[in-house]
């Protein structure tokens, strides 16, 4: 039976009274039962097309041509009362980001019984339904867990609280947007793995919406790869990763990093080091709100060394201690106890005003690319600010660096004067890097650069880091949950777990025979063993 | 220390062929204002009130001050716009000529409250610690009187005139402006551009005057329209109680308290006058509820 039959569907987006088009002439079928996985990149309308499946468009989006039936009910162009019965009760949505897709202020239970009500439950039978549906969602000890509220629950249980939520209403179709972009891979293997065992269980259809062809090929019966608002190709997993008819899902599955060491730097000589952390602990106060009232030992005798001209990768689940490690190095952050050598230099115990000489040794770029750049700065005043702020050059010498810098990143020197707002992602990471760069420094902190960009974007950023590399000789201190991406870009790797150091070494011999329980296990959650056992 | 990343990338970028940075934007925005006539008006009634009164001479021919025994508490006329008061004097004039006391207070009053207000916010919020603390309890015991009775208080102390009414109302409004601009320096001051900006080696002057400043700006610019319409109430109910200018002086509020014993048989003596200080403060509230729509 078809569940979802989609026509030669256009929606478009009003903006300035033009419609910009987000998906043109679609064709898209869901039977029931089927997890079919829709994969592109950003702008590809993938988000869009399950938005108007739902009616959940936003206000300014349009379905200007073509059906959409769900269930037998025409959905384009229906009334708001048409689709409300379609929500919950037909389709259920798990939203992208968990952090935010829970109500702050009322207990978790409450919020799955809404959706259990909404079935037409009443009085005693509720509390036990919303405990069986956290149950089937996989959240241990659901009592407890249904009385806490969302703040109290991790990343990963509250997408699970939410999984629940669309199960409650005991749906057709289950649309998971994006359902495990915010968690690291430990936790996103879990959770897709618990749900592609659940909706195959009660025979539920299921539409992941992902631009990582791995979760994607692990997963689905059926993959569709859009592009621009059109369908590129769709087929089973196999054929998608292995065959590919289109130049452009060809490009996707090579841009989807693997589990490939590109450096084997185990039989030469270890450069001298240009950053070397001994010991370091950190501890945080037990009324520190930020981390709870337990007194937390955020870093227990941390050493890591970076060699110059080498990348150097902290991996790790989140909160065992690598973004505090990369922040204590930087100077950002006080070490409890240990020393942190730069290039020759003890900065633990610095006031900031002596650290500031070696900010121009040691460089930042953040992990979220739409807060690292200043709104209110145009690119040029971004990039030149550090030259600004240590009074190098003139304006005219400023101004022809930022040129030079913008060139190094690949962005077009037109680009000097638009506001961070008129850039993608990845550009704006890539003006980020070039911030970076413009004070010369030997040595570049990267704080999970790429997790927030799609799979294309990651490849060239990447791309461009190595490129950087060597040409300027940089060293790089990277930090990253996605043993993939390290494997890309890293010389040596310390993995990290619960504020220690278990393992590390040349990136080749650690990924290829690892020795620690932790490590085993990081490398086993990465995605897309599919697309590289095919590959 | 979380992976957690707010989203993915979704909005497209600008085509490269697209006229893009500060002036485009600019542009964008004053066309987007341009196209909501009900704004437009609002401005333009303001401008009006403004201009009036530095030259109220550009809108209306009659003296203020003439008596007319022969044409006393006349209805609203071709000949006179709000019709004449009980001594036969134009009330139009009156109003256009009662309205530079006013908004030169307003204007005073509002520039206390945003340097005087922009500064604690910016020191409590920026420094925290003990010194939040201690200015916050001086807004706090701010906050807890009410403005009309601290701005009576004052100008009974310091007697009437421009700047003493300026003062007096400043000083009421400036814990809105402080408790603004001390949550959005605690916003920004969090946000990775900033600590980007002190990696790179910036001093904290140059942080707080270069980043946390522009950026904290909008809230309160939004709030300084706002509380000009509050200002000017505040002024035209200082005078409607009799701390205004003495007669034959005409003012907002003292041209209402006037009127009102006449309300049944001459009801354009307040009327009028009340009405052209309401759609002033009108005008402001949804000038300044445009702006919040634009910049959210």
């Given at each position: 039976?078809?569940?979802?039959?989609?026509?030669?569907?256009?929606?478009?987006?009003?903006?300035?009274?033009?419609?910009?088009?987000?998906?043109?002439?679609?064709?898209?079928?869901?039977?029931?039962?089927?997890?079919v996985a829709i994969v592109g990149e950003s702008g590809s309308g993938k988000t869009t097309t399950a938005n108007a499946i739902i009616g959940l468009l936003p206000p300014n989006g349009r379905i200007t041509a073509g059906s959409a039936v769900v269930?037998?009910?025409?959905?384009?162009?229906?009334?708001?009362?048409?689709?409300?019965?379609?929500?919950?009760?037909?389709?259920?949505?798990?939203?992208q980001d968990p952090m935010v897709g829970l109500n702050p202020t009322q207990r978790v239970g409450h919020q799955i019984a809404e959706a259990v009500r909404l079935r037409g439950i009443t009085g005693a039978a509720v509390p036990a339904e919303v405990l069986r549906f956290l149950e089937q969602a996989g959240v241990p000890d659901p009592e407890l867990r249904a009385r806490q509220y969302p703040h109290e629950l991790s990343g990963g249980l509250r997408q699970r609280a939410l999984i629940a939520i669309a199960l409650a209403g005991r749906p057709k179709l289950i649309i998971a947007d994006e359902p495990t972009s915010a968690l690291d891979v430990t936790v996103q293997k879990r959770i897709l793995d618990h749900l592609g065992g659940l909706v195959r269980e009660q025979g539920i259809s299921l539409v992941i919406i992902t631009h990582d062809l791995a979760v994607a090929a692990d997963r689905a019966d059926r993959i569709v790869v859009m592009r621009d608002g059109r369908l590129v190709e769709q087929g089973d997993p196999a054929t998608i990763v292995s065959a590919p008819r289109e130049s452009y899902t060809r490009r996707l599955t090579a841009a989807?990093?693997?589990?490939?060491?590109?450096?084997?730097?185990?039989?030469?000589?270890?450069?001298?080091?240009?950053?070397?952390l001994t010991e370091v602990s950190k501890t945080f106060a037990g009324n520190d709100l930020r981390r709870g009232a337990r007194g937390f030992n955020a870093l227990d005798k941390v050493s890591v060394t970076v060699p110059r001209g080498r990348t150097h990768a902290l991996v790790g689940e989140s909160g065992c201690g690598k973004t505090?490690?990369?922040?204590?190095?930087?100077?950002?952050?006080?070490?409890?106890?240990?020393?942190?050598?730069?290039?020759?230099?003890e900065i633990v115990g610095r006031s900031w005003n002596q650290l500031r000489p070696l900010r121009r040794k040691a460089q930042l770029v953040h992990q979220d690319p739409f807060a690292t750049l200043d709104p209110k700065f145009t690119v040029g005043q971004s990039i030149t600010e550090p030259l600004v702020s240590f009074r190098i050059g003139n304006r005219r010498s400023r101004?022809?660096?930022?040129?030079?810098?913008?060139?190094?990143?690949?962005l077009p020197t037109s680009y000097l004067d638009r506001l961070p707002t008129e850039l993608s992602g990845g550009q704006r990471q890539r003006v980020a890097i070039a911030r970076a760069l413009a004070l010369r420094p030997d040595l570049i902190m990267l704080d999970e650069p790429v997790s927030a960009l799609d799979v294309l974007v990651q490849e060239q950023i990447l791309q461009l880091l190595t490129d950087l590399q060597a040409a300027l000789g940089l060293s790089y201190l990277f930090v990253s949950h996605d043993l993939a991406v390290v494997a890309e870009v890293a010389h040596t790797v310390s993995v990290m777990s619960h504020g220690k150091v278990v393992e590390h070494g040349p990136v080749a011999e650690v990924f290829t025979s690892p020795r620690s329980p932790w490590t085993r296990e990081l490398i086993d959650a990465i995605p897309g063993r599919r697309v590289v056992d095919a590959a | 220390m979380t992976t957690a990343v707010a989203d993915l990338v979704t909005e497209a970028p600008l085509p490269a062929e697209e006229a893009g940075g500060r002036r485009a934007n600019l542009i964008a925005n004053l066309v987007q204002l341009a196209r909501k006539p009900v704004f437009l008006l609002s401005v333009l009634y303001v401008l009006f009130v403004v201009v009036s009164a530095f030259w109220p001479r550009l809108f209306t021919s009659q003296d203020p001050y003439e008596t007319n025994p022969a044409a006393v508490a006349q209805a609203p006329s071709a000949a006179h716009l709000f019709g004449t008061d009980i001594y036969g004097r134009d009330l139009w004039s009156r109003v256009l000529h009662g309205s530079p006391l006013t908004i030169k207070a307003t204007l005073i009053a509002l520039a206390i409250a945003l340097v005087a207000g922009l500064g604690l916010g910016i020191v409590s919020g920026f420094f925290g610690g003990l010194v939040d603390a201690v200015l916050m309890r001086g807004i706090d015991v701010l906050l807890a009187i009410p403005g009309l009775l601290l701005a009576l208080s004052i100008v009974t102390a310091l007697g009437y005139g421009t700047v003493p009414v300026a003062v007096a109302v400043g000083v009421a409004i400036v814990p809105g402006f402080a408790r603004t601009t001390r949550a959005e320096v605690l916003r920004v001051k969090?946000?990775?551009?900033?600590?980007?900006?002190?990696?790179?080696?910036?001093?904290?002057?140059?942080?707080?005057?270069?980043?946390?400043?522009?950026?904290?700006?909008?809230?309160?610019?939004?709030?300084?329209?706002?509380?000009?319409?509050?200002?000017?109430?505040?002024?035209?109910?200082?005078?409607?109680?009799?701390?205004?200018?003495?007669?034959?002086?005409?003012?907002?509020?003292?041209?209402?308290?006037?009127?009102?014993?006449?309300?049944?048989?001459?009801?354009?003596?307040?009327?009028?006058?009340?009405?052209?200080?309401?759609?002033?403060?009108?005008?402001?509230?949804?000038?300044?509820?445009?702006?919040?729509?634009?910049?959210?």
């Open positions: 039976m078809t569940l979802v039959d989609i026509k030669g569907l256009d929606v478009g987006y009003v903006r300035h009274r033009r419609v910009r088009p987000a998906v043109a002439g679609l064709d898209l079928t869901v039977e029931a039962g089927e997890v269930d037998g009910v025409e959905t384009a162009g229906a009334s708001e009362r048409t689709l409300r019965r379609l929500r919950g009760s037909v389709v259920g949505l798990i939203p989807t990093p693997r589990l490939a060491p590109r450096f084997d730097v185990r039989d030469q000589a270890v450069p001298e080091p240009i950053l070397t505090t490690t990369l922040r204590i190095a930087l100077g950002l952050e006080t070490a409890t106890s240990g020393s942190v050598v730069l290039d020759g230099d101004q022809e660096r930022a040129r030079e810098l913008l060139d190094q990143v690949q | 969090t946000l990775p551009y900033v600590e980007a900006a002190r990696a790179g080696g910036a001093s904290w002057t140059r942080v707080l005057l270069r980043h946390i400043l522009p950026n904290s700006w909008g809230p309160v610019a939004v709030l300084a329209v706002l509380d000009a319409g509050v200002a000017i109430i505040a002024i035209a109910s200082l005078s409607f109680l009799g701390f205004g200018a003495a007669p034959p002086e005409a003012e907002w509020g003292t041209l209402i308290a006037d009127g009102r014993n006449y309300l049944v048989t001459s009801w354009w003596l307040s009327l009028l006058p009340g009405l052209f200080v309401a759609l002033l403060v009108l005008g402001l509230n949804h000038i300044s509820k445009t702006l919040q729509e634009l910049t959210r």
